[in-house]
């Protein structure tokens, strides 16, 4: 343990690490720059205690496990001075690691549980910030009832923000930007304009051209309208080009016409084969899975662009056994995929509103022998060649996670992530750290991936209702 301010702690922090911060982000340990980190001996009964299974959390465990080896196992023989974090190669460590190397005696309040870890943690943090009294000693944990606990005591706590893609969810790019009204004004001179498989294209220069995103969707609605996506951006020039209009009946995609402008934009991305992975967000009723579901069909069934239609969605808790359920792996899958179900019906009924009961029956037959379930359990190794894949609920996957997923992608194969970070249901996840906030923050801008977030739902006038006054 460190036992006094040496000059250099005088201008640095030391960061006390909770169980749950390793378990969420293993290579925390190197993400405090220059300020030292305390493990106290209850995190690592702890680690190790959780290390066992396949789960996330026991993979992470043992990562974090391996790496204080590495650090621990050739460190000088005065632990108590503490371990350079650096000597791994991570030249951004510059802090020391302490671990707990002597019996604390601290006193807390006789109501708080002797014995338990959360507690123990907060006595060592209180025997340290009385050893180092000038030295801020901040717990950093996952657990706000944690955080709080501290706080009740006077000790300093926060959580842990490296993992952050935001600070404010609503920063995020949303893939659409209102024009203003006096667009033309200032971006028409010199504009050049021309028509091109089947589009009308502006090649525009103006000062708010270097704050457009490659396939970000822009629109004016006042006079005439203008519906189009940035094709190409350079400097204080980008290249528009216009939409196929999907609200008409006569660009129906499986019988199903977009109800509002954002759909549109969705459809758009959805049936542009030069788009390789597209990213929905929006709550529940703004049509995400109906939307994704026919285009997928479309492209699949009538097109032959892509060979089957594959379906995976995070069975929460993540990551767990789905055994218990009978079944072959598509059978067990079958409970969580209501949502499926329940827009598949929509679909058939409208692409066969004159076909009778029995050409529903053979659709739904030929639907259902090129949709396939699956579970993330197995997706770890697979190379997914033209296929459709859809992965629903992403909000609920980790950064990791995320990776893990969408670089099983083959040539040929579009990916679609869909989710409503406002509905997180995993432990450790808010929706500054979730994987799909990850994702549509590091794709904007790429030349082959789009995403909107859709703002109004089409449910029913009683779901509308209900989101707004509930």
Not at 343 to 353: A, Y
């Amino acid at each position: 343990m460190p036992a006094r301010a040496t000059s250099k702690s005088k201008n640095t922090k030391l960061f006390v690490l909770d169980t749950n911060v390793l378990m969420h982000d293993p290579t925390s340990l190197f993400r405090f720059e220059e300020h030292d980190i305390c493990l106290p001996m209850f995190v690592l009964e702890e680690l190790d205690n959780k290390k066992k299974g396949m789960t996330e959390v026991a993979r992470n465990a043992r990562q974090a496990s391996r790496y204080l080896d590495e650090l621990v196992s050739d460190a000088p023989l005065k632990i108590e001075d503490g371990i350079p974090l650096d000597k791994l190669g991570n030249k951004n460590a510059t802090g020391r690691l302490f671990l707990q190397t002597k019996f604390i005696k601290y006193e807390l309040p006789p109501t708080l549980e002797s014995g338990k870890a959360d507690n123990a943690i907060l006595g060592v943090q209180m025997a340290l910030q009385i050893e180092q009294p000038k030295r801020p000693v901040i717990l950093v944990s996952k657990d706000i009832n944690m955080r709080i606990k501290a706080r009740a005591l006077g000790l300093e706590a926060q959580d842990y923000f490296n993992d952050k893609v935001l600070e404010d969810s609503d920063l995020l790019y949303t893939g659409v930007l209102a024009l203003p009204e006096d667009f033309w004004d200032r971006h028409g001179k010199d504009m050049q304009s021309w028509q091109q498989d089947g589009h009308t294209w502006y090649k525009v220069k103006g000062p708010l051209c270097p704050a457009f995103f490659i396939n970000q969707f822009v629109y004016l609605e006042s006079g005439t309208p203008l519906y189009a996506k940035v094709v190409a951006q350079e400097g204080d020039t980008a290249t528009l080009r216009t939409l196929t209009d999907y609200t008409h009946q006569k660009n129906a995609v499986w019988g199903i016409t977009a109800r509002n402008r954002e759909q549109n934009f969705v459809l758009n991305l959805l049936m542009d084969p030069d788009i390789d992975f597209v990213t929905l967000l929006g709550q529940a009723g703004t049509g995400k899975t109906l939307l994704t579901l026919a285009a997928g069909l479309w492209q699949t069934l009538e097109k032959k662009l892509y060979a089957e239609i594959i379906i995976t969605r995070v069975t929460v808790p993540v990551g767990e056994d789905i055994g218990f359920l009978p079944g072959t792996e598509e059978e067990k899958m079958t409970p969580w995929m209501g949502a499926l179900e329940d827009n598949l019906d929509v679909l058939n009924q409208s692409e066969n509103t004159d076909a009778g009961d029995w050409g529903r029956a053979a659709t739904r037959d030929l639907i259902k022998s090129r949709v396939k379930i699956k579970s993330l359990n197995f997706m770890r190794g697979r190379t997914f060649l033209n296929k459709f894949l859809i992965i629903d609920e992403a909000q609920n996957l980790t950064p990791k996670q995320m990776k893990t997923l969408v670089t099983r992608a083959g040539p040929g194969t579009k990916v679609v992530c869909m989710g409503n970070i406002a509905q997180i249901d995993t432990p450790y996840l808010t929706e500054g750290s979730s994987g799909l906030t990850y994702v549509v923050d590091r794709f904007k801008g790429w030349d082959h991936s789009g995403h909107v977030t859709l703002m109004r739902g089409e449910r029913s006038r009683l779901a509308d209702h209900a989101a707004e006054v509930l």
